[in-house]
């Protein structure tokens, strides 16, 4: 099972889809179902939650072998390195 986060999103969508395709296992994360349902038709499991709520991203990755993320930077920070914690 690989959980991918954002999969409602084109990335994320796109991912959850070749590994599908390949016959992967695929736990679907996003906040909307409406728009994972295209997921869901082809196989993955499908969970909709916040990315900023622990409890929900702890029960997704619960049995993953592998989890990807793919997050966007605060357009805000004036110091990329120190947002992601490398400065």
């Given at each position: 099972m690989?959980?991918?986060?954002?999969?409602?999103?084109?990335?994320?969508?796109?991912?959850?889809?070749?590994?599908?395709?390949?016959?992967?296992?695929?736990?679907?994360?996003?906040?909307?179902?409406?728009?994972?349902?295209?997921?869901?038709?082809?196989?993955?499991?499908?969970?909709?939650?916040?990315?900023a709520d622990v409890r929900f991203l702890a029960s997704a990755f619960r049995g993953a072998e592998g989890v990807f993320t793919l997050l966007r930077p605060d357009s805000r920070s004036t110091d990329y390195r120190a947002l992601q914690g490398s400065g």
């Amino acid at each position: 099972m690989i959980t991918v986060m954002g999969a409602s999103g084109h990335t994320g969508r796109r991912v959850a889809e070749l590994l599908l395709g390949f016959g992967e296992k695929v736990r679907a994360l996003g906040r909307s179902k409406e728009k994972l349902a295209r997921l869901e038709t082809k196989g993955a499991e499908v969970q909709t939650g916040d990315a900023a709520d622990v409890r929900f991203l702890a029960s997704a990755f619960r049995g993953a072998e592998g989890v990807f993320t793919l997050l966007r930077p605060d357009s805000r920070s004036t110091d990329y390195r120190a947002l992601q914690g490398s400065g």
